[in-house]
């Protein structure tokens, strides 16, 4: 799909809060383009997570913790994991 990032994703990575979508509240938070490591917030869609190589476990969850902090101090939302994390998540 045109709307999703090209390129090793681990898809959807927040449900949609009611009422809204957690793409858009990630871009409006201006999170998209973010990078931590080898993990960026995809800049086709903020709710989309990119491995650019060698990835590490602990890169995805700092960008998790990054953008549920950002987004619940902007915009007063919590953002729900949609994937489940398995295995050590730890930096």
């Not at 995805?60 to 953008?67: D, F, S, Y």
């Not at 902090?69 to 902007?74: F, G, H, L, N």
């Amino acid at each position: 799909k045109s709307t999703q990032p090209p390129g090793a994703s681990m898809g959807s990575m927040f449900k949609n809060p009611p009422g809204d979508f957690a793409g858009r509240l990630v871009e409006a938070a201006g999170l998209k383009g973010t990078r931590i490591g080898n993990a960026e917030i995809s800049t086709v869609h903020g709710n989309f997570f990119v491995n650019h190589g060698e990835t590490k476990a602990g890169d995805i969850r700092a960008l998790i913790e990054l953008v549920q902090k950002k987004v619940k101090d902007e915009f007063g939302v919590t953002l729900e994991l949609e994937i489940e994390l398995v295995g050590e998540w730890d930096a």
